[in-house]
T-cell receptor
Framework: KQEVTQIPAALSVPEGENLVLNCSFT??????LQWFRQDPGKGLTSLLLIQSSQREQTSGRLNASLDKSSGRSTLYIAASQPGDSATYLCAVREPGNQFYFGTGTSLTVIP | SQTIHQWPATLVQPVGSPLSLECTVEGTSNPNLYWYRQAAGRGLQLLFY??????ISSEVPQNLSASRPQDRQFILSSKKLLLSDSGFYLC?????????FGSGTRLTVV
C-alpha cells in the first residue's frame, strides 16, 4: 500500500525566506501528485498538480518538483509571506481511483 | 464550472445522537465522490467513495455510513455518534486529473 510522508511536520520561518517542503512516497507507480493548502478550519485548496510524466510545475511564487523514480516531491515557496501560513498537504494518485495523502506540514511565516 | 457544496460548516453533537452531513456537486454528471476525515494532528483518511448512485465503497470499518441517493449528492451518516467521531470532514469530487474539495464540516462530539 502506498505511504506518503511529509517532512518536516512543522516549520517556522521569518518573512521573506525561501523554503522547501518535502513529500516522499513509497510506490513510484503514480498517476500524478497534487499539492494542497489547508487553512485552519477550512477545506483544501489545490495549489499545483504534477503529472507523472512531468518534472515540475510553477504557479507564482510556488514551484513543485517531482522525481518519480526516487519517490520524492518538493514544494518550493519563494519570498515567504505571513499569508502563506497554513498546512500544506501532498497527495499521490495511483492509476485508478485512489489518492493517498501525507500528514501535512504546518507552516508559520513570522512577520 | 464545477462546484462542490458541503454543509453545515460546524456542528456540535452529543454522544449517541445521529449525524447527517450532506455534499452536493454542480456542473458535472456522474462524478466520483469521496468523504475524508481529518482528526486533530493527523492526515486525511479516506472514509467512503462512490462512483455512482447507490454505489458505496467503505475504506475503513467504523461507526459511519454513506449513501448516494442522487447522482450529485453524497451523504455521510451515523446512527449514534461516538467521541472518536470528532474531526474535520471533507467531501471531494474527483475530476479527470485532480481533486476538488468542499469547505469541510468541523464536527465536535461532546
Amino acid at each position: 500500500k502506498q505511504e506518503v510522508t511529509q517532512i518536516p511536520a512543522a516549520l517556522s520561518v521569518p518573512e521573506g525566506e525561501n523554503l522547501v517542503l518535502n513529500c516522499s512516497f513509497t510506490d513510484s507507480a503514480i498517476y500524478n501528485l497534487q499539492w494542497f493548502r489547508q487553512d485552519p478550519g477550512k477545506g483544501l485548496t489545490s495549489l499545483l498538480l504534477i503529472q507523472s510524466s512531468q518534472r515540475e510545475q510553477t504557479s507564482g511564487r510556488l514551484n513543485a518538483s517531482l522525481d518519480k523514480s526516487s519517490g520524492r516531491s518538493t514544494l518550493y515557496i519563494a519570498a515567504s509571506q505571513p499569508g502563506d501560513s497554513a498546512t500544506y498537504l501532498c497527495a499521490v494518485r495511483e492509476p485508478g481511483n485512489q489518492f493517498y495523502f501525507g500528514t501535512g506540514t504546518s507552516l508559520t511565516v513570522i512577520p | 464550472s464545477q462546484t462542490i457544496h458541503q454543509w453545515p460548516a460546524t456542528l456540535v453533537q452529543p454522544v449517541g445522537s445521529p449525524l447527517s452531513l450532506e455534499c452536493t456537486v454542480e456542473g458535472t454528471s456522474n462524478p466520483n465522490l469521496y468523504w475524508y476525515r481529518q482528526a486533530a494532528g493527523r492526515g486525511l483518511q479516506l472514509l467512503f467513495y462512490s462512483v455512482g448512485i447507490g454505489q458505496i465503497s467503505s475504506e475503513v470499518p467504523q461507526n459511519l455510513s454513506a449513501s448516494r441517493p442522487q447522482d450529485r449528492q453524497f451523504i455521510l451518516s451515523s446512527k449514534k455518534l461516538l467521541l472518536s467521531d470528532s474531526g474535520f470532514y471533507l467531501c471531494a469530487w474527483r475530476g479527470s486529473l485532480s481533486y476538488t474539495f468542499g469547505s469541510g464540516t468541523r464536527l465536535t462530539v461532546v
